[in-house]
Every structure is written in structure tokens, then in C-alpha cells.
């Protein structure tokens, strides 16, 4: 059983950046990134491909955040740039053992236990 730690969460202003990073116990393959904030359903923000060859975003952070991943170190990341207030969520990384992209939280099977993300206007 795989088990994901993410960190790098914090408390950013508005326009700032932060890198977020999931490492994982073991190999990981399939990764995507959820957030959630208070009093909202777990929503999509971006996943990527067993091989890094593929991504996708959602649309509210498409061109703001970026996903990468270094398999030597079994971690992938989530960098956030020109952050926005209603960024703020617990962010959650999660993975499965499948090697295309995934945007629905019930194809994962595997999750961490988040991350806090606080936006600052």
C-alpha cells in the first residue's frame, strides 16, 4: 500500500507562489492534486501521467500552476504562482496505479492527508 505526505502549505499573499510536493512511500504512477475548501466539495486542480508526458488542469488554475514529478525521488509537484484568495483549500494528493490522467477523486485509490494553502488578500 502506497502512502503520499504532502507539505510545503502555508500562509502566501495574493499574487505570491508556493511549490507543494507529494512524496511518496514507493513508486507512484498516476498523480493527481485536489483541493478543498470550507464548506466545498473535494474539487479537481491538475494530475499528470505515469510518464510526465501528460497533464491537465482545471481551468481556474490553468496557466497559474504548474505540475511536475521526479520519479527518482518518488515525489511530485504542485508550484503555484500568481496565487488568488480563492485558492485557499486543503490541497490533497492522490494516486493510482494507472499510467494515463485521472481528474475524478473516485479513481483514485490511494490519498494524503492534505496540505493547508492560505491566500492572503
Known amino acids: 500500500q502506497v502512502q503520499l505526505v504532502e507539505s510545503g502549505g502555508g500562509l502566501v499573499q495574493a499574487g505570491g507562489s508556493l511549490r507543494l510536493s507529494c512524496a511518496g512511500s514507493g513508486r507512484i504512477y498516476a498523480v493527481g492534486w485536489f483541493r478543498q475548501a470550507p464548506g466545498k466539495e473535494r474539487e479537481f486542480v491538475s494530475c499528470?501521467?505515469?510518464?510526465?508526458?501528460?497533464?491537465s488542469y482545471a481551468d481556474s488554475v490553468k496557466g497559474r500552476f504548474t505540475i511536475s514529478r521526479d520519479d527518482a525521488k518518488n515525489t511530485v509537484y504542485l508550484q503555484m504562482n500568481r496565487v488568488k484568495p480563492e485558492d485557499t483549500a486543503v490541497y490533497y494528493c492522490?494516486?493510482?496505479?494507472?499510467?494515463?490522467?485521472?481528474?475524478?477523486?473516485?479513481?483514485?485509490?490511494?490519498w494524503g492527508r492534505g496540505t493547508q494553502v492560505t491566500v492572503s488578500s
Open positions: 499528470i501521467s505515469w510518464s510526465g508526458g501528460s497533464t
Open positions: 492522490a494516486t493510482v496505479d494507472g499510467s494515463y490522467l485521472y481528474t475524478k477523486a473516485y479513481e483514485y485509490d490511494y
